[in-house]
């Protein structure tokens, strides 16, 4: 048996959104009352596209503050940012070799990132979910809370650490992640269109709310939001193709910890005018004191560069542990 661990990781590159804080912080949050847990910025990762120096250093920061503003206690968790542990590359060499060429073809999210310019994609990007097995399983973690978007790579990471387990005859040695995804709202789509996802490299601002976004840009954001033309169903049955309207109310049952059943007995029959104003409510009261603090946090640099050197050295410690020992199974010795 495993002990319990979490670990999760979100990458600094900039405009932190509603999906990421429903689909991942806010879980963060809850599972440090019941796990250890182990979170990561993972610059490592947002370097697989093409980063502004300065403004990576900055969006590291702000990464930290989002973590800490949204109700992550940094005494309790291990906040630090991957680049700060060389382990994770090591481990993600490792893995680049016992990965397959097949497995990484399937991935979608390699497809969707990369476009129709595939040949042009960085070697990083393609090799991205290896380096993601490497946070996870370098912490020997057990459970990790992510989007839907990520269910994929935690596929993956479970077969990498299979193929390990069973190659070097060490049963049972990486354990085999559960990923945790929010029931509620696996997925945060953009307000402008719902077959795509809430993301930060979208052109178009008014497809996301920001966590830094104050109070008129988000009644702004819900106001144009697209819906369609009938009202609010009284049961999931009436949100059949209607996938603007399942995001809208998704997002309110999420943001304010209820079923979904909850929202159609509130709203069933009203119009998405009523609701909307509602829903802005809802954000505002939630996201905006996020953003306050955030906005508060990083006038302090001193406090999150202590937050992640503290961090950094905990992390590095039990990586140095697990790495010796998977250095140990593969047969590799460090003279130096
Ligand atoms: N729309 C989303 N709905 C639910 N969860 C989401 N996550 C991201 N977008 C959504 C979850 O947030 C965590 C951190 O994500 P990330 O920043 O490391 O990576 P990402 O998926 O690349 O984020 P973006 O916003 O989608 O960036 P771009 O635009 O670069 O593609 C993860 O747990 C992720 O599932």
Known sequence: MHKKRVFSGVQPTGNLHLGNYLGAIKNFVELQNKFECVY??????????????????????????????SGLNSEKNIIFNQ????????????????????????????????????????????????????????????????????KQHLELTRDIAKKFNNDFNCDNYFPIVE???????????SLRDGKKKMSKS?????????????????EQKIKKAKTDNDSIPSEVNGLKNRDEAINLISIYASINNIKLEQVFKEFGGKNF????????????????????????????????????????????????????????????????
Not at 41 to 68: G, W, Y
Not at 95 to 117: D, L, S
Not at 179 to 189: A, D, H, Q, Y
Not at 202 to 217: A, C, G, P, Y
């Open 40 to 69: 990561c910025i993972v610059d490592l990762h947002a370097i697989t596209n093409r980063q502004d120096p300065k403004e990576l250093k900055s969006n590291v920061l702000e990464t930290v503050a989002s973590f800490v503003a």
């Open 202 to 218: 979208e052109d178009s601002d008014m497809s996301r709310i920001n966590l830094k976004d104050d109070k008129d840009l988000i």
């Open 273 to 336: 005018s009523t609701f909307k104003s509602k829903l802005s409510e809802s954000i505002i009261e939630k996201i905006c004191p996020i953003g306050d603090e955030m906005k508060k946090l990083l006038k302090d640099s001193k406090y999150l560069h202590d937050i992640l050197k503290k961090g950094s050295k905990n992390a590095g410690l039990i990586a140095k542990i697990n790495l010796k020992e998977i250095y140990e199974i593969i047969g590799l010795t460090k003279f130096s």
């Open 83 to 150: 680049a700060s542990v060389a382990a994770h590359s090591e481990l993600a060499w490792i893995f680049n070799c016992v990965a397959r060429i097949g497995w990484m073809n399937r991935m979608t999210q390699f497809k969707e990132k990369a476009g129709a310019n595939k040949e042009n994609a960085s070697v990083g990007l393609m090799v991205y979910p290896n380096l993601m097995a490497a946070d996870i399983l370098l912490y020997k973690a057990t459970h990790v809370p992510v989007g839907e978007d990520q």
């Open 179 to 189: 990923p945790l995804i929010s029931k509620e709202i696996p997925r945060v789509m």
